[in-house]
């Protein structure tokens, strides 16, 4: 047996065992569906992903070889967009898990599954999840995801609207 993995096992169910019940009772539940894609989701998230920086995003976008997904909440999107993105937000309230409408707004802004899309959300990860899901239930075939998202893109002064 490998002895990272029983080093890291016996970690895991010690610290499962040291945290108080309460603790555990107030983390929110997730329906094992919505586990079972998202664990699905972040397997594909990292194997062949497409990564595009901020400089070659914007290059995409202003030649019109691409369009933005921005999959934050509504409420990031409010405070500011990449000019031009369609923002279909991955969770109304936030969090890592995907709405169960996500795919069919997509599909509804952006029909073309052969179109060239940059993914991107604050930081790059949401993203990720996104790109996953939409390439395995939607079909879509050019899907690059924004390294380092919204906060790279206003970090290095980026048109913004």
Known sequence: MNLLRVASTRFSR?????????????????????????????????????????DEAQTYLETEQA?????RTAAECARGVVPGSVCVPMHP???MQFSD???????????????CILVGCAAGVRSELAIALLAREGGYE?????????????GMGKPVE
Not at 22 to 28: F, H, I, M
Not at 67 to 71: A, F, P
């Open 67 to 71: 369009v933005y997904l921005d999959v």
């Open 14 to 54: 010690a610290a499962a065992a040291a945290a108080p019940a309460a603790a555990r009772a107030a983390r929110p539940r997730v329906p094992q569906q919505q586990r079972r894609v998202a664990a699905k989701a972040s397997d594909m998230a990292w194997s062949g992903l497409t990564r595009v920086s901020v």
């Open 101 to 115: 409408t996500f795919v069919d707004e997509v599909k509804a802004k952006l029909p073309d599954t052969s179109e």
């Open 142 to 154: 050019n899907l690059a995801n924004v390294e380092g998202g919204m906060n790279a893109w206003q």
């Open 93 to 95: 309230d936030g969090g």
